[in-house]
């Protein structure tokens, strides 16, 4: 029997897309264990695994510097892995997979693809083609270390539908669509406008047999969803409200969710629900886009200039506000959702 060590430390929205991967890493070998390292706010999403799956939370703050990772390693060295699988590369985990793997145990690391993401932004020599997908190139890794993995939504994702929270919204209504709105996103060039999300709310809110829930965290967002579900019956804000665990089976009971690329996106995915993701500066054939669920969207407009950034951390090179999304009206965002919810018009 092995055991793998796996390490992925950050974003959030990353580290969801390892959980398929190890998740068909366990069905595949069950004579086999798996560990994935990362930061204590992931544990939630490793909960639900087979058992030879296992989490191992690090704080990074209590390892800092070359002391402090020396002191990881060591850490890990004693804990006896057979193999590494490093999902991450970055400095952190470069000089633990090298330092663990020192006396010959096999490791392998993810390949970020970089120049052909360069290309794929590249204003005057762009190739706009789907790239492989962060999910695809972590199995990759499993691979190279003798363990392929067939990802598929039929193994890689739980069963649809969640379970409520001990202080959830209540019983869902017979006929009653409940729909996620998910508004924000790290960076300016992924966040649909707000005033134009304010609309989508106003719209759906419209409809007796919806009832939507607002997402987010920190203050202003908070402040931001309170705001929007003032005057209205059937909209909740739940920033704040309940934990990582207790949102993802909420997630798992709405019918469909309105996201960016975004955390958020692989979470509702991970929950088993559809999504309808709004793109700007950023492009699914990035790799980034999420397991989704049959029946979901993604909506975006074909421009000439985009996608102009990996991780929407660009300025636009239009001097715009982003045209790639404000100019998705939100009416067209209403129209999608009540394609994928199946509501006549």
Known sequence: MAHVLAMRFSALGDVAMTVPVVRSFALAYPQHEVTLVSRPMAAPLFEDMPEN????AVNVNNYKG???LMRLYRELEAEGYDAVADLHDVLRTKLLRLRLGSGGRPTA???KGRKEKKRLTCLNHRQLQPLRTSVERYADVF???GYPVT???ETALPASGGSEPAKGPGKKEDGQRWIGVAPFARHKGKIYPLEQTA???RLLAQKPDCRLFLFGAGEQERQWCDTQAEGYD????LVGQYNM???LNLMGRLDVMICMDSANLHLASLAGTRTVVLWGATHPYAGFAALQRPGSRNLQLDMECRPCSIFGNKPCKNNEPYACLHDIAPETVVETVEEVLGIKK
Do not use: M, P, W, Y
């Open 245 to 247: 665990k207790e949102e």
């Open 143 to 145: 691979a190279r270390l």
């Open 234 to 237: 059937n909209v909740t804000s």
């Open 199 to 201: 609309q989508v709310i």
């Open 109 to 111: 690391h993810i390949r």
């Open 66 to 68: 070359l002391n402090g």
């Open 53 to 56: 799956v296992h989490f191992r």
């Open 151 to 153: 990802v598929d939504l």
